[in-house]
């Protein structure tokens, strides 16, 4: 187990590599840059002059590439070309706000999700099944752009409500927090409930049929104590695979809907430095991201061996 | 695992039975049904549209919804029923395209992965992880900045984001194959790669790999409308539903009809496909995990 | 019990009054874009230049009808063409408490004018042709130029030459993105990215009468979602957005603020491409447009047929209702096409990106064209891609909004002057170069007047940009909110302002 683990840890070496040279080629390749950006209309030829030599991107790829992941190696991730504010401190703190709305909507997606999921198999081929399968997928189905914008205009129109714009940290004050995070967290949760419910489902058909439950219905033990104990637990491989999945999905997904409800998270960092050509901040949140996601599916597949004692890594 | 898959590949090289079975399902059926009427409508859509979907005109500006403009008119006066109708071509070829892009490839990829093994195998792998660890929808956009933005580049963008999945699905269904004495007979009667590759492992990898695309489908048409809503989707004057409804949003409240018909047709194209997607699973085998 | 009961209820009630009573004044404010910093020398943005205009000032200021009033100087003098003395207001102090002095602005243009910070101010436009700047005494520094220029009062209104803490600047390493070292009414307060900009009341501030205690700045980057902010009263006042107008008039609670801009929108022709170098297919297109309709569509209507002088630059302004080119011809543009040898017409490419009314003026345009046989493929380009068209001047047609300044140098010279720096159709005609540099080498102003008017008048013959709208600016409050009064110099003065409980 403890080579597995060192043996996947070296893995990330060579893909965070890759993902680093990868990046940074397709930032030089984006037309447009930064230096556009700041200068805009008052742009001359000396002006712009200056400004590549301060930011240091006059000096050849090379250089670039070699100066910015030695960096990254001492863990420095530079400074954003834009504000100078530096950029890892600022890529742990959005990614602390951007987990907290993961967890927050994988919650929203399970609420949904687990009992719906349950019902439908329970009932599986009748009229209730299908109808709680089409709801979990109505879910997926709305863009969530749509779905905000909607939330948003409904509560203000029928309640005169508006969630608290100021952000405010959960260590701050958990309450007004969770006030903020509540409806992004539906929306997003919303939309992940369909796949969450489809995998409890075909998780518990599967173990429904096998003899063991059998054997312990024979017992006669009450069919929920015999759902919820056994079944269950058999149930979570596949959930806990599609919650490894969906939280690197959500990392980036979020970006739509952090930018409606003005929640500072790493999506928007990093879509705000595609935009603006801010090198920095596009390489090291890619990188940050590539990172947790990588770390976050060798959990997952640790957290698999624990479940279920026959799995094993070599 | 593994005798349960060969089953669903035999099974769904019997399409016939496959397609009766789906048919007799409720929800496959409505899945189908929905689809049909998307796709008779692109076909059709020069038959069924009743204007000039690029024609502006300021007088009929924003008019709710009537005799003349059955889903009334955006800001520009245009005919709303009529950009639907056309917009359900763009939104099918970006669909397809997009997902025959991530497909072939993913496939190609999948099936090199799980049948050649080692380098090869851990090269590609190392690939599909680089480009999954990436965001899928900041992905696209970086993918659309580099190459602008354009209806071509928009399918290439969604398409090259989908390949890791399709890569997986098939390169675990190939595994799964391979382990099967019936690829070790197939190697003794002395059959080359290339068409064990073929006639064996291929239509063992069919099923999960149907379910993907059906899944893949809907998830690049809602991508495209993401991509809309930040400013990097199917340009305008196309009308493809995902930049109907994004531009709709500033008139959500004034002329609502902007708003809801776009959605209601995103939501009735990727419900059916995810419809279908589910009942196809069902049908496969209820106990396929994706 | 009940009464100690009640006494009790009376007690926090009167407690809580109290306390309402003593909170703060506090403007809340829903911005559309993220800030990129706080350095007023570097950061040109608009969404900066809101929240910058709380922290710093200038020498000078500029009113409604564009004269100059004035700030930081109390008063100046010109002794000749190319000396400015001005003497300053005593007793201003920066935000670490010092006081302002000669020796300050001296320093600021310093700073401007220094090889390798490449500020925004160190071009011809701005403090370009500054020699030699020195500090008389304490309150009072003398600027003493190259060559006549006479923009340059009006130019140092600008942000980009805004008076500078020297301190300020050192401690925090060479740049005030982050710090506030400014002499403006307010300092800067916490910045959250992506969420909130908060500015506190500057207890030392020279001028009497501040009365809010803080302004918030939220970053609302849906209009509908800002709009509902409002309604709601999470906000005071947003950036306001045409689409939105009829819903602000229906709301009960909002003010609507209507200012006309100093920008106007533009079809932009290359004249490189062949069929532009004639001028009668550049007038056939101008009279192709329906420009009443373009801003019906693509503005909501509101904005109005401008030329590239707008309405809202005063005297400076030349009036286009009436020109000859701007009232729409089909048959008059075809002919014209026909004599140029375009009957058939032709194709080209129209860039369009950056705003949503820039945008929707291309979708009109493509149609009103077509009219006259031309057909127009519209290339929405993502910002950043736009902005570099635009400079490498990549592109057959082009729909942008430029601002026409504070001075007519920059309206005209700038953009249509052989060398000026944003004339992107590469136009180029001897007698409005030279009617350009006879209007900034003179101060008189009824001169000046007489040049620009003529050069107006040829370029707007000569359609090297083809002009048709000046959008108004929106700014949607509480009714709430008083005392104040935006215009197109400046919308977020708010050291008059008060919310009225």
Redesign the interface.
Known sequence: MKNYIIRRVLMLVPILLGISIAIFLIMQLIPGDVVSGILGIEETPELRAMWEKKLGIDRPLVTQYLSWIGGVVRGDFGESFRTGAKVFPEILWRFSISAELAILACVVAWLIAFPLGILSALKRNSVIDRNVRVLALLGVSVPGFAFATLLILFMALVFGYYPPIKYVSLLENPLKNLEIMIFPAIVLGSSMAGSVMRMTRSSLLEVLRQDFIKAVRATGAPERVTIMRHAFRNASIPIVTLVGMQIGILMGGTVVIEQIFSIPGLGQYLLTGIFQRDFPIVQGTVLFMAVIYVLINLLVDILYTYIDPRITYS | MTSKEHIIGRRLSRGDGLLKQLWQD??GR?GFLGIALIILLAVFAPLIARYDV???N?RS?LAAPSITYWFGTD???RDIFSRIIYGARVSLIVGLVSVGIAAGIGYLFGLAAGYFEGRVESAIM??M??I???????LA??I???L??SVVNTMIAIGIVNIPVFARTVRASVKAVKGTDYIANARSVGLKNGAILLRHITPNALAPFTVQATLAL?GAI?TE??MS????GI???SPSW?SM??EA??????APWM?VFP?LF??LT??SF??LG?AL?DALD????L | MKKTLSVLLALLMMLSLTALAQEPMVLKYGTDAEPIGFDPHTVPALASTRIMLQMYETLVDMDEDMNVIPRLAESWEQPDDLTYIFHLREGVKFHSGREMKAEDVKYSFERILSPDLGALGNSASYAGYIKEIEVVDEYTVKFVLEQINAPFLSALSSTYLAIVDKEAVEKNGGNLLQASGGTGPFTLGEWVPDNSVTVNRFADYWQEGVQFERIEFYVITDPSARMSALRTGEVDLIVGDSAMLTLAENANNVEIYKVRSRNYTTLCLNLNKEEFKDVRVRQAISLALNRQEIIDLAFNGEAEISGFAPASMGHWAVDVLNHPLYQQDIEKAKELMKEAGYENGFTVTCTVGLLDNIRNSGTVIQQQLAAIGITVEVQNKENAQYVDDWKAHNFELMVCQNGAGTDPNRAVAFFFSTTGSANIAEYSNPRVDELCELAAGTSNVDKRREYYHEAINIILDECPNVTFASPYDYIYASTSLKGYAPNATNMVDFRAAYIEK
């Open positions: 409720p929800l409505a690029a024609q502006i300021a500006r800001n520009f006066g190392m690939l992880d680089i999954f660890a990436f965001p899928s929808i900041l956009l970086l659309v900045a580099v602008g933005t809907s809602l409308a993401t809503f930040l400013g990097l340009q305008p004057p995902g409804l994004s949003r500033t008139y959500m409240e004034i708003v959605a995103i939501i990727i419900l995810n419809i589910d699973r209820p106990k396929l995990k």
